[in-house]
């Protein structure tokens, strides 16, 4: 009886020992560090150490069960090695956001619903790169949807962050990082003699569209279509970005009368600009310089100096909005790569490094206007919050380094002509372009100069392309009216990989 007890027992401790170590096998991570299989033999002998020859038994059902569940880690692990997409956690935490937030998004585009399937979910980014929740890697030309041009948490934004964050992260009063960053942007932007920050580039718009009605005492504004300046009510007229993704005309709870004195005009075309002018006091005309928002779409130099006369000759100001194009396509935005002067400019993305933050700017005596200088009031509690300001000083002062304008229209331009000539190689119709780290491109034959031009495009075989795309790691923006962004951090072996990918897709689709 005492012998059939302590076998009993040995068994019984066996059995707690091998549950013990089963339990810690089944939750330790599986790591490119410690195979499978060697955790799978550690576990068994440290189970058998621990209770002696009794545990035959046991151990023998348990290294079955240890060794399936290897082998079922194994095969997940090989899936990805061999070119398998595992986004079960992306799933899940989208599944759950969509009970917590309109959409499962806090800005709709990210939502993949003009490509199909739902989002993956970021969980870090460094560089190029960025990772999501299920440890897949990407190649990022979405770069935080401009901000990165840098790279994504740059070593040295970092560090001065950290240092700030030391003295505080908002200070809701005047402080000397405003003064150094309104300095760069004066220097850096022809029209800007003056800067007010805000916290986005849509606060911005918002602001200078305020102003310039106050400035000129007129409430008429023209736009273009398919141009998006953020979701002030009264820019919500035949906007782009994600109004445009998601086919949406107009907005629902914007009054009639916010938007009565929006007219748009059609991009690249004077005529329908000077129609506009002739017969409304058009306080001013307002434009993304390159549009970013409907797609990639530049404008002919004579447009731009044509909207130059026809302003001046009209009383109206001339904006551009460059919270897209301002120190991306060149250190002094779109107006020093093109060398027509605007009025007012709108800035944002860049000039915050990555964090928040917005900025209207330009002559001195119209930026009088705003109060307490003047009577137009705008305010923001977090406006030239520290934090935006560091960050924005160090993205700045690495843009100043020689040659890096030249890198980012060299590597942009290789990847742009491979994606194109992927595609005529497989006898797709696509079309597009790029001017320094800003690109884009139609699935149609182009070429494509308005907002009209680009509805032309084939949105289902782009949705197509951009999920298996984004199954061989390679994140670009999920819609068709959005462009894309290379950064300085950007390799040529980026590049190669990114065009390979493309040649094998556009080969299957």
Known sequence: MKTEVATFCAIGAGACAVSHALNAFVSAPATSETPVRHLRANTVK???????????????????????????????????????????????????????????????????????GNPVVFDKVKGAYAWDVDGNQYIDYVGTWGPAIIGHADDKVLKALTKQMEKGTSFGAPCALENELAKMVIDAVPSVEMVRFTNSGTEACMGMLRLVRAFTKRDVVVKFEGCYHGHGDAFLVQAGSGVATLGLPDSPGVPKGATTSTLCAQYNDLESVEELLKNNEVAAVILEPVVGNSGFIPPTKEFLVGLRELTTKYGALLVFDEVMTGFRIAYGGAQEYFGVTPDVTTMGKVIGGGLPVGAYGGRKDIMEMVAPAGPMYQAGTLSGNPLAMTAGIETMKRLQEPGSYEYLDKLTGKLINGILDAAKENGHKVCGGHISGMFGFFFCEGPVTCFADATKSDTEKFAKWHRMMLQKGIYLAPSQYEAGFTSLAHTEEDIEKTIAAAKEVFAAI
């Open 46 to 116: 440290q189970a058998a150490a621990t209770s002696g020859n009794a545990t035959t038994v046991v151990l023998a059902s348990a290294a079955g069960l240890v060794a399936a569940t290897g082998k079922s880690r194994h095969s997940r692990t090989q899936r990805k090695s061999r070119g398998g997409f595992e986004t079960s956690k992306s799933e899940e935490i989208f599944t759950e956001a969509k009970d917590l937030m309109p959409g499962g998004v806090s800005s709709p585009v990210r939502a993949f619903k003009s490509v199909g």
